[in-house]
Structures are given as structure tokens and as C-alpha cells.
Nanobody, 124 residues
């Protein structure tokens, strides 16, 4: 089993920055990807970014390209999402997820394990 725990959410003004983290523990895989998704009230959960743990290759949603950066710390088993130039429409619960096959897909169905989420609120 894999356990994912997010942290770092909060309230920030538009134009500001925030960094959320996700610590992974439990079962190890030879290759995998970690992704960030977000879900606003009344909306579907949508892909934000993903990173392959071995290669560091990344994938981003068009809506966050140039503003958000995903990174990982192998030693700490932690994935980060640095969010800059935040907009009110970025307000959502942010969830990390793990794809045991390392595909970096933007589809929710590719991810087997999920965290409980951390709330990010951007005020205008």
C-alpha cells in the first residue's frame, strides 16, 4: 500500500506564490510518476502536473504552464508544486497521486493512489 500526505495549502492573494508538498510512504516501485490534480467546488478533478520519479521528465496542463513547477526530492520521497502568479481560478483542493507505471499521463484513471488533498484559496 502507498500513503500520500499533502501539506502547504493556504490562503494567498492573486499574483502571489505558494508551494505545496506531498510525502509518499509505503510500497516502493521501480519506476513511477507523481502527479498533482485539483478540484474546485462543483467541478471535475483536473490534471495539473506530473513528474517521472526516475527521469525527472515533467508534464503540465496548459492552464499552468509557465506559472507552476513540479519537482521532487528523491531522498525525502517528496513531490512539490511551486505555484507562482496565482489567480482566483486556481482556487481548489490540490491532490497528489501516484502512477505505478511512470507514464506522466494527465488522466485520473492512470493514478492508483491518492492523497487526501490540501486546500489552496486565491483571493482577488
Amino acid at each position: 500500500q502507498v500513503h500520500l500526505v499533502e501539506s502547504g495549502g493556504g490562503l494567498v492573494q492573486a499574483g502571489g506564490s505558494l508551494k505545496v508538498s506531498c510525502v509518499a510512504s509505503g510500497r516502493a516501485f521501480s519506476t513511477y510518476s507523481m502527479g498533482w490534480f485539483r478540484q474546485a467546488p462543483g467541478k471535475e478533478r483536473e490534471f495539473v502536473a506530473a513528474i517521472n520519479w526516475s527521469s525527472g521528465r515533467t508534464n503540465y496542463a496548459d492552464s499552468v504552464k509557465g506559472r507552476f513547477t513540479i519537482s521532487r526530492d528523491n531522498a525525502e520521497n517528496t513531490v512539490y508544486l511551486q505555484m507562482n502568479s496565482l489567480k482566483p481560478e486556481d482556487t481548489a483542493g490540490y491532490y497528489c497521486a501516484l502512477d505505478r507505471w511512470g507514464r506522466n499521463y494527465g488522466s485520473r484513471s492512470a493514478y492508483e493512489y491518492w492523497g487526501q488533498g490540501t486546500q489552496v484559496t486565491v483571493s482577488s
